[in-house]
């Protein structure tokens, strides 16, 4: 048997969409690793760009969905620089996700 790569549900080897999660399924090789889970709609360029000119209103945490951590920057000035550095970083690292934990379309 073989596993859904998102959902990790038992799946029929030559299945093509994922019952349970409704995640396509690519065939892969034996060895070969498993593709990668859902992305993000949101992109990976525009949230750096965002970070780097508006970050400290914290308007890429608003692109990205993060509404409150969003209204927290803007009203610290992106917690005084500090954590426009920290989400930079992280943006760079891949290490920021959307509102819904999908990471970022690269």
Do not use: N
């Not at 998102?6 to 070969?32: F, L, N």
């Not at 859902?38 to 914290?58: D, Y």
């Not at 209204?71 to 610290?76: A, P």
């Amino acid at each position: 048997m073989a596993f859904c790569p998102s959902c990790g549900a038992e799946v029929q080897p030559q299945a093509v969409v994922c019952v349970k999660c409704g995640v396509g399924i690519a065939a892969t090789a034996p060895g070969a690793a498993a593709p990668a889970g859902p992305v993000s709609e949101k992109s990976w360029t525009t949230t750096l760009l965002l970070c780097i000119f508006l970050g400290g209103l914290g308007i890429h945490r608003f692109y990205t969905g993060h509404t409150i951590i969003g209204v927290v920057q803007l009203f610290t000035l992106g917690g005084c620089g500090i954590w426009t550095l920290i989400d930079f970083i992280m943006i760079l690292t891949g290490g920021l996700k959307d509102a819904t934990g999908k990471p970022l379309k690269k």
